[in-house]
């Protein structure tokens, strides 16, 4: 019995079918490294308010946080361009257009991320000050608790996740 791949080695069809095996490897982008790497090509400034969000069929499109960034780099293709392919070699010849999309959403989850994150460590250390009463209770609690770990380097990490767990209500 014949197996699919000896049945279309014999079919009269497969020598139409064009094969670029070694063209496709050598055409290989990795799309993300240009997305980690886009500062790279517009700078520290403008990579907080742009974003490539997809090539297709030559066509680079970049997200934008406002229209205004989207119409004056739209003034600028050519220049980025030239920098996309001087910083990626291997996308040589694969962008011919940029196409500019203005919608600011993206950005604002990015920015409400951030500051969430900044709360977070705001509000550990407003709870914790390490001169404050509570913290200094707590680290004498602590100390108490933990006393029969042989081990300093546990034992501050173990007193450290005791604090962070603790309330600060208590």
Do not use: C
Not at 37 to 47: E, H, I, S
Not at 110 to 134: A, L, M, Y
Request: without cysteine; hydrophobic residues 35%; positive net charge.
């Amino acid at each position: 019995m014949k197996s699919v791949k000896d049945l279309l080695k014999d079919n009269e069809f497969s020598s139409r079918i064009p094969r670029n095996k070694e063209k496709k490897s050598a055409d290989i982008f990795d799309f993300l490294e240009l997305i980690n790497n886009w500062d790279q090509v517009v700078g520290p400034k403008l990579v907080e308010h742009t974003i490539p969000l997809k090539l297709k069929n030559k066509n680079l499109t970049v997200l934008t946080s406002h229209p205004v960034f989207a119409q004056q780099l739209s003034f600028m293709e050519k220049a980025i361009i030239e920098k996309i392919y001087a910083s990626f070699p291997a996308i040589q010849g694969q962008v011919r257009k940029i196409f500019f999309q203005a919608d600011n959403r993206h950005f604002q989850q990015k920015k409400q991320q951030s500051n969430i994150k900044k709360e977070k460590v705001e509000t550990f250390e407003r709870k914790w000050h390490k001169q404050s009463p509570q913290y200094k209770k707590l680290m004498a609690k602590a100390e108490t608790l933990l006393s029969d770990v042989q081990d300093d380097e546990i034992r501050e990490s173990l007193k450290s996740i005791y604090i962070q767990m603790s309330d600060p209500e208590e």
